[in-house]
Every structure is written in structure tokens, then in C-alpha cells.
Nanobody, 115 residues
């Protein structure tokens, strides 16, 4: 079992920045990759960025050059630095832990980009 807890969401103006954090606990040795997904009202959940245990990263085209995913293995924490935020980035952001045979999800944190 793996537990993930997100933090760091909030309200920000267009062009601003936010950093999300995701702390993992439990059977963390089994985690192959962690990532961030988001779901806007009326839309399907979509991938934002992932990072593997080895440090390989993957980003959605819509966030490339603006968002950066990173991890602190000592703290079992993954971060999503979000810069140059746009209104279309507004969504609930979910942390995901991939242990290959299943996935674990956090409860989500709201990010709202509005003036």
C-alpha cells in the first residue's frame, strides 16, 4: 500500500507561479514512477508530468517549458513547479504513484488561475 498526499494548490493570477508537493508513504520501495495529473470541470483527467525512479521525465505538450517535475528521494516527495500559469491550467491536480500492477491516487488539490 502506498499513500500520497498533495499540497500547495491555491489561487494565482495569470502569469504567476505555484509549486505543488506530493508526499508518499507506505511501501515506497515499490514505486516505479510518480506523476501529476489534472482534471478540469467537464473534462477527463489528463497527464501533466511524470518522473520515474531513475529520474526520467515526461510532460504534456501543453505544459512543456512552463512546468517542471522533480523529486527529493530523501523526503519521498515529488514536486511540480508551475510557472507562467494560464487560466486553462485551472483544474484539480492529482498526485499518482505507479507501482506497475496498480496506481495510487491522492485526493487532489485545486489550482485556480484567474485575475
Amino acid at each position: 500500500q502506498v499513500q500520497v498526499v498533495e499540497s500547495g494548490g491555491g489561487l494565482v493570477q495569470p502569469g504567476g507561479s505555484l509549486r505543488l508537493s506530493c508526499a508518499a508513504s507506505g511501501s515506497i520501495f515499490s514505486i516505479y514512477a510518480m506523476g501529476w495529473y489534472r482534471q478540469a470541470p467537464g473534462k477527463q483527467r489528463e497527464l501533466v508530468a511524470t518522473i520515474t525512479k531513475g529520474g526520467s521525465t515526461n510532460y504534456a505538450d501543453s505544459v512543456k517549458g512552463r512546468f517542471t517535475i522533480s523529486r527529493d528521494n530523501a523526503k519521498n516527495t515529488v514536486y511540480l513547479q508551475m510557472n507562467i500559469l494560464k487560466p486553462e491550467d485551472t483544474a484539480v491536480y492529482y498526485c499518482n504513484a505507479d507501482v506497475r500492477i496498480t496506481n495510487y491516487w491522492g485526493q487532489g488539490t485545486q489550482v485556480t488561475v484567474s485575475s
